[in-house]
């Protein structure tokens, strides 16, 4: 994964739509020329998209976990990929932790 990779996912997933147009423009400039090629100043806008804290998850009887990891890198590209389906933006933790709570309700469903 590289910088570049996460801005277009990032690019792909509406993240900058309500953002300034700068934002965008700047993240699809590095995505064409390459985020290295950014200046200070504009590696400095997009500084602030290039992390996001987990959203956590609930068990089965509402309690939330609050989760306290940050994304960065590939798992911030990939909570970006699979944010529509898991409807919040999750670390791999937190992914497992959601996945095993639908495996028991399935198998308590099931029986």
Not at 19 to 43: F, N
Not at 95 to 104: A, F, M, S, T
Request: with cysteine; charged share 30%.
């Amino acid at each position: 994964m590289s910088n570049e990779s996460l801005l277009k996912t990032m690019l792909d997933h509406d993240v900058f739509v309500m953002e300034d147009k700068k934002v965008p423009g700047i993240a699809q400039l590095a995505v064409d020329k390459g985020y290295d090629t950014l200046s200070a100043a504009q590696k400095h806008v997009l500084s602030p998209f290039m992390s996001h804290g987990c959203d956590g998850v609930e068990n089965p009887g509402g309690h939330h976990n609050d989760c306290e990891n940050v994304l960065t890198g590939s798992e911030l590209e990939s909570a970006y990929e699979n944010r529509n389906y898991y409807d919040a933006m999750l670390c791999p933790q937190c992914v497992d932790e959601l996945e095993e709570y639908r495996r028991q309700w399935e198998r308590i469903s099931r029986e």
